[in-house]
């Protein structure tokens, strides 16, 4: 037996090893398969079954086709790197539901597809570095429910939408440097429960993306190094976990002192190469154990004693020396005693005859009368100074200037010269009636503008001209009727747009032209009761559409065509008594939270939902007047649903409701109105279903609260874990 098995065995490997493809190299022993720079066309049909290791690098592949690598259903590990892939065809790895490593490093890949990474259900490190991907579609990552690693940099990403990720419940660490990425949704990041290093470095990143970031509880170390980020503001970072942070070679030009407030565990802070002048004491950073300031402009003056001798009292680690004055260049900060940290005297006037010295030509305007400079943090301010005329002579170095309550009127052409390097301008509550043709000219760097409580009303189609990167515009609370038409044309970055409070009626074509790059808009508490068909069609990246507070009877259904990424939809608050069928059809792809509270809603229809299901993550349907719902069963990726303050009639028609109800593991405030034995009850809890026909029927027809409870622990699993606490809170229930 021992002699025959032999022979088998000899013949078995005899038989592999003739399989072996023309151009590769096979370790039977190993099973491995190395097909390196062979010029090879399409994946080798005559690769031995049992491979486990598949290299493939250097060859000319285009198209990975559906079903490629169906006849090697072992492998653990392919390369397929430099193979000038193109497109991923929909199925392309199915069948290699072992593959624990695959490799599409430095190919032209520009899109992933829904079902392009299907079948990899054991994958743990996925490498896209070097590719052309421009645009990830929903569901990319939705089987890779083992995946550890994900590598994506070096691609062209430019922006991440919310849930992009959903599916790594696992993910360990996701690397997104070197990309052109601008704006993160922001809940780019929430289905990422095990994340602990997130890379974002070498990116365009003009802010800190907050409100993206705290999703991140469990995250300890983030990388946001060599973005053009240039101010931290109050409680910007709010991550429980984050012990490393860096944000080295940005444009730091100043760190608010509670920055950090609301990230307790954080232990090293890079901040090399800014143009960091100074820090103000991070009273916030309880936890923080070392700083590194090394290659930034600091100023070792008194302005910087606080920071120092926080430094010293929170016995925080420094590494940095002194850029000035002259005397102190070249010290390490943490070699400097208070004493020497000295602010000179004012500088006498030059003389006529000698020529004064010239320090930096780009800061060396003088302040305004009667306005603060600050050259260390390049901020200008003449808050609340009853200024009539907008104040010329700031340093030309200023990024951030503050003229918040004035008495200014009109802001005339050419109103801010030689302010270049302006990055946020503040003008709210200034009286402005009026802002001219040219008036922001000059302003090539701006990105916020916050116009908020003035008197505009309609503003020139010249009105931004200068100002190509503005990308935030604030006009809540002015005196707008309807949009200003053409305003948007010369905003090819405009990416944020605020008009809430103001009295627009209507929305009208031609409305948004211009702002095809918007993707939130943002205009609640109008007197809005009409939508044209294609009022919000130019603004095709829309993801938030907030139109809560006005008087809009009906869902504007034919106004939602053509956004295919709108993900959040709010008409809270709209007299709008029906919901017909269909009314979300148009963005049934792509919303996932819907809000239609406090509308004295009284009928939905039962097509109402036609099109939404798995991707709905939040419904709110609180403080209405309806006794009934459609039947909402295919809402299955809820993590949200208020049906709190609804006077439901707990008859037999309900019973699919109060049968839903018992899987979901979320309180969702569900009472009866009526009839008058049931009225003030949960809906879970009335008995009035009892006489139903069917109700023994089903996991949820018991009658006992323990069977109800065992019924909904399977449900509890398929949730993620997700508690019952956690939706309470999260729907306000």
Same mark, same amino acid.
């Given at each position: ?404 309550? $004035? =008495? @200014? ?5 050419? #109103? +801010?010269?030689? %302010?270049?390097? &302006?990055? /946020? !301008?503040?003008? *709210? ?48 609370? $002015? =005196? @707008? ?5 053409? #305003? +948007?044309?010369? %905003?090819?970055? &405009?990416? /944020? !747009?605020?008009? *809430? ?48 507070? $006005? ?11 053509? %956004?295919?990424? &709108?993900?959040? !939809? ?67 990726? &809820?993590?949200? !649903? ?92």
């Amino acid at each position: 037996w021992a002699l025959l098995l032999l022979a088998a065995a000899l013949a078995l490997e005899g038989t592999v090893a003739a399989r072996c493809p023309t151009p590769c190299v096979c370790d039977n022993l190993r099973a491995h398969v190395l097909c390196l720079n062979g010029n090879l066309m399409a994946i080798p049909s005559t690769i031995p079954q049992l491979t486990k290791k598949l290299d493939l690098q250097g060859n000319s592949f285009t198209v990975i086709p559906v079903g490629a690598f169906l006849a090697t259903p072992y492998l653990t590990h392919l390369d397929l790197q430099r193979c000038k892939v193109e497109r991923l065809e929909e199925g392309a790895f199915r069948g290699l539901g072992r593959l624990v490593y695959l490799n599409l490093a430095f190919n032209s890949i520009a899109l992933l597809y829904q079902e392009s990474l299907d079948g990899l259900s054991s994958l743990q490190q996925l490498i896209l570095e070097g590719n052309r991907i421009e645009e990830i579609q929903p569901g990319a990552f939705g089987h890779l429910g083992s995946l550890t690693v994900l590598d994506l940099r070096a691609n062209a990403l430019v922006y991440l939408p919310d849930m992009v990720f959903q599916g790594l419940q696992v993910l360990r660490w996701l690397r997104l440097s070197h990309n052109a990425l601008h704006v993160l949704g922001s809940e780019a990041f929430t289905a990422l429960p095990a994340l602990r290093r997130l890379s974002l470095d070498h990116n365009e990143l003009q802010a800190l993306p907050s409100e993206a970031l705290a999703r991140l509880d469990g995250t300890t170390r983030l990388d946001l190094g060599h973005n053009p980020i240039t101010y931290v503001a109050e409680e910007a970072l709010a991550m429980a976990s984050l012990k490393h942070l860096s944000l080295d070679h940005a444009a730091l030009q100043d760190v608010a002192p509670n920055a950090f407030a609301r990230s307790p565990q954080l232990r090293t802070l890079d901040l090399r190469e800014n143009q960091l002048r100074g820090l103000p004491p991070l009273a916030g950073a309880g936890g923080l154990a070392r700083v590194s300031l090394a290659g930034n402009p600091l100023l070792c003056s008194c302005l910087l004693r606080p920071f120092h001798d926080w430094l010293a009292r929170a016995r925080v680690q420094v590494e940095g020396a002194c850029a000035a004055p002259p005397a102190l260049r070249g010290r390490p900060l943490d070699s400097l005693r208070p004493p020497e940290m000295r602010c000179g005297h004012p500088r006498l006037p030059p003389s006529p005859v000698t020529p004064p010295e010239q320090p930096r030509a780009a800061g060396s305007g003088q302040c305004p009368q009667g306005c603060a400079c600050s050259p260390d943090f390049r901020h200008g301010s003449c808050e609340n100074k009853d200024l009539r005329k907008i104040p010329w002579g700031f340093p030309r170095d200023t990024r951030l200037l503050n003229l918040r309550q $004035n =008495a @200014f009127g009109t802001v005339p052409p050419d #109103a +801010f010269p030689g %302010l270049k390097e &302006l990055v /946020s !301008l503040h003008l *709210q509550s200034c009286s402005i009636g009026a802002l001219r043709p040219g008036a922001l000219r000059g302003l090539e760097s701006l990105v916020y503008l916050y116009l908020t409580d003035n008197r505009l009303s309609t503003l020139a189609a010249t009105a931004f001209e200068g100002a190509p990167q503005l990308a935030y515009l604030d006009l809540d609370r $002015n =005196a @707008f009727t309807r949009l200003p038409m053409g #305003a +948007f044309q010369l %905003l090819p970055n &405009l990416i /944020s !747009l605020h008009l *809430q409070h103001n009295a627009i009626r209507e929305l009208a074509d031609g409305d948004l032209a211009g702002a095809g790059g918007l993707r939130w808009l943002y205009l609640a508490g109008n007197a809005i009761g009409h939508i044209a068909p294609a009022a919000l069609a130019p603004a095709k990246m829309l993801e938030k559409l907030h139109l809560e507070g $006005n008087h809009l009877a009906e869902v504007p259904t034919a106004s939602l065509w053509g %956004l295919p990424t &709108l993900s959040e !939809l709010k008409l809270s608050r709209n007299p709008i008594k029906r919901v017909g069928d269909s009314a979300f059809l148009p963005v049934a792809s792509s919303l996932q939270h819907l809000y239609l509270d406090n509308m004295g809603l009284e009928q939905i229809s039962p097509g109402a939902f036609t099109g939404l299901g798995p991707k709905i993550r939040s419904l709110y349907l609180e403080s209405n007047k309806m006794s009934h719902i459609p039947d909402m069963s295919n809402f299955t990726g &809820l993590d949200i !649903l208020n049906l709190r303050d609804v006077p439901f009639h707990c008859d037999c028609q309900l019973l699919p409701l109060r049968r839903w109800i018992d899987k979901l593991n979320l309180r969702i405030g569900a009472t009866c109105g009526s009839p008058a034995e049931a009225r003030g009850l949960k809906v879970k809890l009335s008995t009035t279903f009892q006489t139903c026909p069917g109700w023994g029927r089903g996991k949820a027809g018991g009658t006992s609260p323990n069977k109800t409870k065992a019924a909904s622990k399977p449900s509890k699993k398929k949730r993620s874990g997700k508690s019952p606490a956690r939706g309470f809170k999260k729907s306000r229930a």
